[in-house]
Every structure is written in C-alpha cells, then in structure tokens.
Nanobody, 124 residues
Framework: QVQLVESGGGLVQAGGSLRLSCVVSGVTFSNYGMAWFRQAPGKEREFVGG????????GYAGSVKGRFTISRDNAKNTVYLQMSSLKPEETAVYYC?????????????????WGQGTQVTVSS
C-alpha cells in the first residue's frame, strides 16, 4: 500500500517560513520523481516545485522561484519543501505527489500517487 504523508503545515505570518515534509512508503522512493502542489479554496491545483529521483534536477513555479526550495533525502524516503517569505495569497492545502518515471512534471495528471495534504495559512 502506497502512502504519502505530509506534515509541517500551520499558521504563519506573512514573511515567515515553514518547512513541509512528505514521507513516502510502499514504493521504492528513490525511483520516483516527486513534486509539491497546492490548492486554494475555489481554485485549481497548481504546481509549486518538482524534483527528480536523484535530486539533481529541480523546477519551480515562477511565483515561488527564489523563495521555495524542494529537496529530498532518499535514505529517509522523504521530500521537503522549504518555504520562505510567505504571502497571504499562498494560503492553501499543500500536497506532495509521486510519479514512477523518475522526473518531475508540472502537470498534476502525470502523478501516480498523492498525499492527503497539509494546510498552510499565511496571515497578513
């Protein structure tokens, strides 16, 4: 049974930082490309950042580039999203996702597995 379990969300003031974690089980984590997406109420799910299976290749949405960093620890089956300079409009549920092709995609339809999400609320 494949499981992706996110943690680290919460309430933070604008300009603050949070680090999200996603622990993956039930698959060979080091074979999977990973990504973070987010979804605000009434909006579509949007790509935040992605990372290849080795961690050598990463990519970000333009809106977060320079402020967010995606990383992974294959020994711990965990992917991280370090977020800084957070803005109120980034309030959303953040999801991690995994795909078996080992690279990252910005299209959510490319992903095989999803976590349940973790709420991030940025107050102004």
């Amino acid at each position: 049974q494949v499981q992706l379990v996110e943690s680290g969300g919460g309430l933070v003031q604008a300009g603050g930082s949070l680090r999200l974690s996603c622990v993956v089980s039930g698959v060979t984590f080091s074979n999977y490309g990973m990504a973070w997406f987010r979804q605000a109420p009434g909006k579509e799910r949007e790509f935040v950042g992605g990372i290849s299976r080795s961690g050598a290749n990463t990519g970000y949405a333009g809106s977060v580039k320079g402020r967010f960093t995606i990383s992974r620890d294959n020994a711990k089956n965990t992917v991280y999203l370090q977020m800084s300079s957070l803005k109120p409009e980034e309030t959303a549920v953040y999801y991690c996702s995994a795909n078996s092709r080992g690279v990252w995609f910005s299209n959510p339809n490319a992903y095989d597995y999803w976590g349940q999400g973790t709420q991030v609320t940025v107050s102004s």
